[in-house]
């Protein structure tokens, strides 16, 4: 069956580094893969896609990569804020059954200052 | 600016009653769906509705039946409420082709 594994579940960086978050699916071909911010007590709110055609994609401080062939994608938040302490949730998205994505656990990320 | 709407935001059941949950999103979405988040288990689905008229089982269905009362509105019923089912209940919805989902705030539901 297909399985989801985000990096280890919390990671500590400090204010002004790069956090790097990884995620790796097995038994799976998705058509495009999502990533997601969730804050304690709210629901995940959605921040980058990226299809299986694209090797990369940015927004603002934000950069994910996509690897088809290592079935792993990258989530980068560069020049890191106390303000990006939160849990990230990556999402592989199916060619068949269009929009029923399956969740990874998450990797809880703290930024200190 | 409201999204996705889901009531209530917490309910405690007692062992064997019932409840529905609401969701409502305003963004003419075609897909909707019910997630439960448990701790170390991630968002698993419940069930979901490709478009209005059409509802499948997700990953996690049993003890659950929904409803797509039209476009807008997606509930999901405990009929017999267990203990097993304290979680944290997501609704979502997203449009045609591949976009992110659109989640509402959660219901954390207990069941005692």
């Known amino acids: 069956s297909q399985k989801i594994e985000q990096n280890s579940e919390a990671l500590n960086i400090q204010e002004g580094k790069t956090a790097t978050l990884t995620c790796n699916y097995t038994n799976y071909s998705p058509a495009y893969l999502q990533w997601y911010r969730q804050d304690p007590g709210r629901g995940p709110v959605f921040l980058l896609l990226i299809r299986e055609n694209e090797k990369e994609k940015r927004k603002e401080r934000l950069k994910v990569t996509f690897d088809t062939t290592l079935k792993q994608s990258l989530f980068h938040i560069t020049a890191s804020q106390p303000a990006d302490s939160a849990t990230y949730l990556c999402a592989l998205g199916p060619r068949t059954n269009a929009g029923k994505s399956t969740f990874g656990d998450g990797t809880t990320l703290t930024v200190k200052p | 600016n409201a999204g996705v709407t889901q009531t209530p935001k917490f309910q405690v059941l007692k062992t064997g009653q019932s409840m529905t949950l609401q969701c409502a999103q305003d963004?003419?979405?075609?897909?909707m769906y019910w997630y439960r988040q448990d701790p170390g288990m991630g968002l698993r689905l419940i069930y979901y509705?490709?478009?209005?008229?059409?509802?499948d089982k997700g990953e996690v269905p049993n003890g659950y039946n929904v409803s797509r009362l039209n476009k807008r509105e997606f509930s999901l019923r405990l009929e017999s409420a267990a203990p097993s089912q304290t979680s944290v209940y997501f609704c979502a919805s997203s449009g045609q082709g591949a976009y992110g989902y659109t989640f509402g705030s959660g219901t954390r539901l207990t069941v005692v």
């Open positions: 509705s490709a478009s209005e008229g059409t509802t």
């Open positions: 963004m003419n979405h075609n897909s």
